[in-house]
């Protein structure tokens, strides 16, 4: 997450996931409809609390949980969870709140080194397709990881980051929102002309050392009618950049809200980039990701 937005990331996943789908279908005209559904195989071997404790990691886990769960709920067939350490126990008792029993009825988590879970994956799975590394029988040239078919990562090289990247593409501002105030950002939305697109408004800022509340409200011109596009919540600006979108709607004022108002004793050093763009300026239709909107007040009131 240090060089990737959270927002990039939950994209990139549900890529995979409709990638996976869609070639689950295709499979399935030859094998039926159980070639619809994955068997994952989840190595934590190496996890520990201190990746666990970094906020930003545990809301994006709380996000593709909340994404799984709400669009893909029949694609697992089964999750064995491997090498799992003692702590790792302890974080899944939190993250399992988010799942459904359900979703929980098809998880088997297995202590480290445990290897009770092979007879049950492979009723599911050709061991002679499966890395070595893994359990299975496949190796590659003697590389029981078969390098050529898992991507095994590693440590992300510092000049990587986000941080230590110039943003030449975006025309970022600096603004101090004083203790106790608000900073408000207007946008206005017209009538929607024949074979335009939709506009989406866009953000990705980051806080100095704090941080902030951030929320977007909407303002119908026609009606009156008041929305909340995106509750006013704490973002924790100051750790990672709070990036996203959402789609507008034609004849409504849109205000963005960075709210200090709570902060008594520190103002707060804000680094912004908030724009009106149209759907095909290198965004997907991830609308999902913002959530519901909420009808908050009709008629100015």
């Known amino acids: 997450l240090h060089c990737v937005t959270r927002f990039d990331f939950i994209r990139y996943v549900i890529k995979i996931l409709e990638g ?18 994955v068997v994952v195989l989840f190595d934590v071997a190496d996890f520990n609390m201190t990746q666990y404790a970094w906020r930003p990691a545990v ?32 974080a899944f008792n939190f993250v399992k709140k988010f799942l459904d029993e ?32 893994f359990g299975g ?14 991507v095994w990562g590693g440590k992300v090289p510092k000049e990587l980051y986000l941080e230590q990247k110039d943003d030449d593409d975006k025309n970022f501002i600096e603004a101090i929102v004083n203790k106790g105030n608000k900073l408000k950002l207007e946008f206005d939305v017209g009538d929607k002309k024949e074979n335009e697109e939709d506009k989406l408004l866009s953000w990705d800022f980051r806080t100095i050392d704090y941080d902030i509340k ?22 924790y600006s100051n750790e990672m950049n709070e990036v996203g979108f959402i789609t507008t709607r034609p004849n409504t004022k849109y205000t963005v809200v960075f709210d200090n108002s709570g902060s008594y004793l520190r103002s707060k050093k804000l680094r912004y980039w908030v724009s009106l763009i149209s759907e095909n300026d290198d965004l997907t239709d991830l609308k999902s990701t913002i959530g519901q909107t909420e009808v908050v007040a009709t008629n100015g009131n």
């Open 102 to 133: 359900y979703t929980m009825s098809k998880i088997s988590i297995n202590k480290l080194g445990s290897d009770k879970w092979k007879e049950a994956a492979f009723s599911h799975i050709d061991p002679n397709i499966l890395p070595k590394a």
């Open 214 to 235: 951030f929320g977007i409200l909407s303002v119908d011109k026609a009606s009156g009618e008041r929305r909340s596009e995106v509750p006013l919540t704490k973002v």
């Open 20 to 37: 996976v789908m869609k070639d689950g279908y295709e499979q399935s005209k030859i094998h039926g409809v159980k070639a619809r559904q």
């Open 137 to 150: 029988n496949l190796t590659e040239n003697g590389d029981g990881r078969c390098p050529s078919k898992v």
């Open 59 to 90: 809301e994006l886990i709380i996000a593709m949980i909340k994404e799984y769960e709400q669009n893909y709920p029949e694609i697992l067939k089964m999750c064995y969870i491997i090498n799992a350490p003692k702590v790792f126990y302890f």
